[in-house]
C-alpha cells in the first residue's frame, strides 16, 4: 500500500505562498513517478508536477516557473512549493502514485493507481 496523505493546504491571499506535502507509507517499487494534480470546483483534474525515482520533473505550463516539486526519501513524501499564487490555483490539490516511468504520460491521470484525498488551497485576490 502507497497511501498519499496530503497536507499544507489553506487559505492566502494573491502572491502568496504554500507548500503542500504529500507522506506514502512507502514508495512503489523499482521506477515510478509521483505527481500532484489540482481541481478546481466544477473542472476536470489537471496533472501539474510529476517526478519519478530519478528526479526527472515535469511540469504543466500553467505552473511552470512558480511551482516546484520535489521528494525526500529518507522522509518518504513529496512536495510541492506553490509561490506567486493566483485565484485560478484556487483548487483541491491531490498526490498520486503510479509505477513505471513515461514522461508523456506523467500528468495524466490514467497512470496513476494510488491518490490522496486532497488537500484544499484558496487563493483570493
Known amino acids: 500500500q502507497i497511501d498519499p496523505v496530503e497536507s499544507g493546504g489553506g487559505s492566502v491571499q494573491t502572491g502568496g505562498s504554500l507548500r503542500l506535502s504529500c507522506e506514502v507509507t512507502r514508495f512503489p517499487y523499482g521506477r515510478h513517478l509521483m505527481a500532484w494534480f489540482r481541481q478546481p470546483q466544477g473542472k476536470l483534474r489537471e496533472g501539474i508536477a510529476s517526478?519519478?525515482?530519478?528526479?526527472?520533473?515535469t511540469y504543466s505550463a500553467s505552473v511552470e516557473g512558480r511551482f516546484t516539486i520535489s521528494r525526500d526519501g529518507s522522509k518518504r513524501a513529496v512536495y510541492l512549493q506553490m509561490n506567486d499564487l493566483r485565484p485560478d490555483d484556487t483548487a483541491i490539490y491531490y498526490c498520486?502514485?503510479?509505477?513505471?516511468?513515461?514522461?508523456?504520460?506523467?500528468?495524466?491521470?490514467?497512470?496513476?493507481?494510488?491518490w490522496g484525498q486532497g488537500t484544499r488551497v484558496t487563493v483570493s485576490s
Open positions: 517526478i519519478d525515482d530519478v528526479g526527472d520533473i
Open positions: 498520486a502514485a503510479g509505477t513505471g516511468r513515461n514522461k508523456d504520460l506523467s500528468l495524466t491521470e490514467q497512470w496513476y493507481t494510488s
